[in-house]
């Protein structure tokens, strides 16, 4: 996969993009609570950017189908990077304005680049071979997963010799290199060979040797990044919906685990037991994720999907029979084993149903609704803690990945739901 031509120069872009996305929440937190001493603006700074860039993902994500990532990255990138850098001169001072940051916060947010969608779609061109871009998708999720894990601990070293101002001005550097080595990538430039284009049309015949589902689908996976005259009449599958109601699920069970976690350990006075439990889910996730990658699956991505999210959803149940932190352990690293590969079988029902023009657009969607079940269920887990039981909260919060599951299924064996670009479901 990563002998494949570009490949490893336009992974290794991105992933320095997104380390940003790692480092920015802690380095702006810790600059603001120094710069105003106050946490409710720490509070309303970081919730602003937060939203912001929850807010505005479709729209970045349509921007850059439309006019491709060599258009559409760097202005992003350097309005986020301007943005940052405005924070970062902000705080660095005492006293900054709060309306000042908030402000630069809700631009920075925004702006932010979509590298992981754009990488994602990426790796589509790249490679028509489904089970290699299987491959693909599964080590982009665990090293997305990582980057959250080691960028954090960057700044806590970072901030041991400088102020936390400087990480704010660091991730400007990180978000604004990676995306211009990204959008400058020969992977973006180079055209596969193999493709002709149909006068007039835009569209792309046959690929001999295409590994898709048939000649037209291995064409369109090789089909580079291109500007776009006109928005397709259908640019989604019907499957992409359960895809995104699954992974608000999984977002919504995952957003609730901690807080539990955390309840747990403080009703047994064991709060040492918080991080091992999270990095045992993350560890999970990781081996989960790459394991998933190296088999050749000879079910549909969509039985895939909803399989992983119905073992998530019960794990998350059974932790609730076992109120103690130690045990939680155990059980939060055989959940994360489903979590990545549920998030890489639903990015590749995002790939398999969208079509060309507006792969982004669909993949970005799937973060989208992760994130946002992830902020949704922390809230209403809060609210359940201080009123019933915790198994009965553990149960609570499996549910949604449970119905989301269940609905996969159910919809993949009442019929097949072809997407407008690809069949919806698509063996590897």
Avoid at 127 to 146: F, I
Avoid at 176 to 197: F, H, K, Q
């Amino acid at each position: 996969m990563l002998r494949t031509p570009h490949a490893l120069f336009g992974f290794c872009a991105a992933l320095v993009g997104r380390l940003s996305y790692g480092t920015v929440f802690l380095s702006l937190a810790l600059a603001v609570k120094e710069s105003t001493g106050s946490f409710s603006m720490l509070g309303t700074v970081t919730a602003l950017f937060g939203f912001a860039s929850v807010l505005g993902s479709p729209v970045r994500a349509a921007l850059v189908d439309r006019y491709g990532p060599r258009r559409a990255l760097p202005p992003m990138a350097f309005g986020y990077a301007v943005a940052l850098g405005g924070l970062a001169l902000a705080t660095s001072r005492p006293g900054a304005p709060g309306l000042l940051l908030a402000v630069l916060a809700a631009v920075a947010g925004l702006g932010t680049p979509p590298l992981g969608p754009t990488m994602r779609a990426l790796w589509s061109d790249l490679l028509p071979d489904r089970a290699l871009l299987q491959r693909a998708y599964s080590l982009d999720t665990v090293a997305e997963e990582l980057l959250y894990v080691t960028g954090p601990l960057l700044v806590g070293l970072l901030i041991q010799v400088a102020p936390p101002w400087t990480g704010v001005a660091a991730s400007a550097l990180l978000i604004l290199s990676g995306s211009l080595a990204l959008a400058w990538s020969p992977a973006l430039r180079a055209r596969p060979a193999g493709t002709t284009e149909t006068a007039g049309t835009g569209e792309t015949a046959g690929t001999i040797g295409s590994t898709g589902a048939d000649g037209a689908d291995g064409a369109a996976a090789a089909r580079p990044y291109r500007a776009l005259s006109r928005r397709p009449r259908r640019p989604y599958g019907a499957a992409l919906g359960r895809a995104i109601g699954v992974a608000a699920g999984l977002g919504m069970a995952l957003g609730a685990v901690e807080l539990l976690v955390i309840a747990v350990a403080d009703e047994h006075g064991r709060p040492g037991t918080v991080p091992w439990t999270m990095a045992a889910l993350s560890a999970g996730s990781a081996i989960g994720g790459l394991a998933y990658g190296a088999v050749r699956w000879r079910v549909s991505t969509m039985a895939r999907l909803g399989a992983l999210g119905a073992a998530l959803g019960l794990t998350l149940a059974a932790m609730g029979l076992f109120p103690h932190p130690y045990p939680l352990i155990a059980m939060a690293a055989l959940g994360g084993v489903c979590v990545a590969p549920a998030l890489t079988t639903a990015y590749l029902i995002a790939d398999e149903t969208a079509a060309r023009e507006a792969r982004t657009r669909a993949i970005t969607w799937i973060g989208t609704a992760f994130n946002a079940g992830s902020s949704a269920s922390a809230g209403a887990v809060g609210l359940l803690v201080e009123r019933v039981p915790l198994p009965v909260c553990f149960l609570a919060a499996a549910l949604p990945v449970l119905l989301s599951a269940a609905v996969a299924l159910g919809r993949r064996s009442a019929g097949r739901d072809p997407g407008p670009a690809r069949p919806a479901e698509v063996s590897a």
